[in-house]
């Protein structure tokens, strides 16, 4: 038998979830956490793939921009903060890991490892996202964009290290003697935290037994559903027996009804595309006419436009790691975020707040239209 850390873990979350996806083969759709992580992968990949000079931060932050997908995203707010985050974590990486220094060995290094006695072998794969040759021995690093961090105990005893510490040593058996020179590490991108540790020959040898012991479960046919937080996010939901009391109320669709929702939202969409091309056009015409007229709000029988401009302040982080250094407040602004400083400014001395206000410069600026109806001339002139 096959069997993954990736399915090895599901298993034990709930074991009907994996016999849903691996032997059932159900599609489960990719949330959007996934759809994240598998980008900042990606990213992290094409970071060190190059075999000459590394990318630059802004070449990197343009192969993440191309590849993002709005698509699995609930809302435009949820969305904006999802990329924030993934722009956040790739200029931390670049802050703290001098990339040009980086010996890499190999990167998304697939294995496959037997494991088990001779009449009863089986397959264990997988793939590391990074090995290092380091001074004293080697790194093997998996990164991580989950936003909760595990205890040190967790990682000295973490299965998916010890497994791809054996998958290692199984490639290069002669580093078994210098075991204690391999670094296992776990790099918590959102937090910018490497937490690592290392394995001995005992410990490679105890987690046969935890894969063995699944595949003994599996080959058992026990796959008992297990209600736990994660079904919040689980995709099965919908066939699971814990849960059919969540969608007994759902219905067929129509096949007719489907078809006519298909056409209504092609037409609207089409008509909602023009409309915004030519909303964009009037605001246009109607700033020009402003600053032509040097007026910064119109009138109309349907109400009042005004014109509207929206700045935003960027901070010199030299500057302001100066001045909060000293009173132990540089920590809780590491981002340099307006949302970050506006938490701490109240608590201020008026003179500091007053230093942080000059190390404030325009970043952007930009212009629009504010519109207040006169809603009863409105109503009054639709009658007509």
């Known amino acids: 038998m096959r069997l993954s850390y990736s399915s090895l873990n599901t298993y034990q979350q709930c074991s009907l979830k994996y016999k849903y996806r691996e032997i059932d083969h159900i599609a489960e759709p990719k949330s959007k956490e996934q759809v994240f992580g598998t980008l900042i992968h990606s990213t992290m990949k094409s970071i060190h793939t190059s075999a000459t000079l590394p990318p630059s931060l802004e070449q990197a ?22 990329f924030s985050q993934g722009v956040q974590i790739i200029q931390k990486y670049y802050r703290d890991n001098d990339i040009s220094r980086a010996t890499i060995l190999d990167l998304e290094s697939a294995f496959r490892i037997e494991i088990g006695e001779k009449h009863d072998r089986h397959t264990v794969s997988g793939i590391i996202d990074r090995i290092d040759k380091t001074p004293d021995g080697y790194e093997i690093i998996d990164y991580k964009t989950s936003r909760k961090m595990p205890s ?69 046919n026990e796959f008992e559903p297990t209600l736990s937080p994660l079904c919040d996010w689980c995709g099965y939901q919908k066939i699971c027996p814990l849960w059919k009391h969540k ?7 129509e096949t007719d009804d489907v078809k006519q929702a298909i056409s209504d939202y092609l037409n609207l969409k089409g008509k909602l595309s023009g409309e915004k091309i030519h909303l964009a056009k009037l605001q246009a015409l109607i700033l020009q006419y402003m600053e032509q007229e040097g007026v910064d709000r119109v009138f109309d ?45 109240t608590v201020l001395p008026s003179p500091v ?21 006169n809603t009863i001339e409105a109503d009054e002139a639709l009658n007509f």
């Not at 973490?158 to 776990?186: G, H, M, N, W």
């Not at 969608?247 to 669709?253: M, P, S």
Request: with cysteine; charged share 30%.
């Open 353 to 373: 707040r007053k230093e942080v206000e000059n190390a404030k410069t325009l970043d952007k600026e930009s212009v629009g239209l504010s519109i207040k109806k």
């Open 247 to 253: 969608f007994a109320d759902t219905r067929k669709l």
């Open 152 to 220: 040190q105990q967790d990682i000295d005893n973490d299965v998916q290290l010890s497994i791809y510490c054996k998958a290692f040593l199984d490639r290069y058996p002669k580093e078994r003697e210098r075991i204690s020179a391999i670094t296992v590490s776990l790099y918590f991108l959102k937090h910018g935290v490497k937490l690592s540790s290392t394995r001995t020959a005992a410990q490679l040898e105890n987690v046969e037994s935890v894969f063995l012991y699944v595949i003994h479960r599996i080959t058992k």
């Open 301 to 345: 029988n349907y109400g009042i436009i005004g014109k509207s401009i929206r700045k935003t302040y960027k901070y010199d982080e030299g500057k302001l790691r100066s001045i909060l250094e000293p009173l132990d407040k540089w920590k809780d602004v590491l981002k340099v975020d307006g949302i970050a400083l506006h938490n701490i400014l």
């Open 61 to 82: 932050m343009n192969y993440f921009a191309k590849r993002w997908n709005s698509d699995v995203f609930n809302s435009p707010a949820e969305e904006r903060a999802a």
